[in-house]
């Protein structure tokens, strides 16, 4: 009788919440390890006085240690390399060798949804492990893309249409820049770059 009487929503909080406090705690880990490391680690972006557009490196104590060290992840792993995802294989692993398309859920990072036009995308348990970005301008770098994911990290993108942009963090660590290229109600594919 108890659990008839608990609301539906209930389930939703355990099955997002405690794997959300599991990734948060994860990244602070890696954080407080790796960031003494990062501005050398830059090679980008060695000097930049003008401010470099967000000017994150000289204030907000609280921010600023975790971009730089979710961007660490600097050696390019792969990419820029294409898949297309459909209704049959419509979960997208980041953390292989390359980006892989498969039919089931298990090490996904990425999953469509196609049963309910227009296709969204969304992140493994609903995490805010995707950031979107503006379809004009140059492409990020993984210190770009760690950075996007931290300040603005969702768990879900809908209506996927060709030359969108997003920033991906694996479950593993891996930061990635992916592109539609190509998105109809029945396949979508994708560019994408990886750093590890």
Request: hydrophobic share 40%; proline share 8%.
């Amino acid at each position: 009788m108890s659990t008839q009487n608990q609301p539906r929503w209930a389930w939703w909080v355990v099955g997002i919440v405690i794997p959300l406090i599991g990734i948060v705690v994860s990244i602070k880990l890696a954080g407080d390890s790796g960031s003494d490391d990062k501005p050398a680690a830059s090679s980008n972006a060695p000097a930049d006085p003008a401010g470099g557009g967000t000017g994150g490196t000289t204030g907000g104590s609280g921010n600023a240690p975790a971009p730089p060290a979710q961007g660490a992840p600097s050696k390019l792993l792969y990419g820029p390399s294409d898949v297309t995802v459909g209704e049959s294989s419509s979960h997208l692993v980041l953390d292989a060798e390359a980006p892989l398309a498969q039919s089931g859920e298990d090490g996904a990072d990425l999953s469509m949804l196609f049963n309910i036009p227009p296709p969204a995308l969304i992140t493994a348990d609903y995490a805010k492990t995707m950031a979107m970005l503006p379809a004009e301008g140059s492409e990020p770098t993984a210190a770009d893309c760690a950075e996007a994911v931290s300040k603005r990290g969702t768990g879900s993108i809908e209506d996927l249409k060709s030359g969108m942009r997003f920033c991906v963090q694996t479950d593993e660590g891996r930061i990635a820049f992916v592109q539609v290229t190509r998105a109809s109600l029945k396949a979508v594919t994708f560019r994408v770059t990886a750093w590890g």
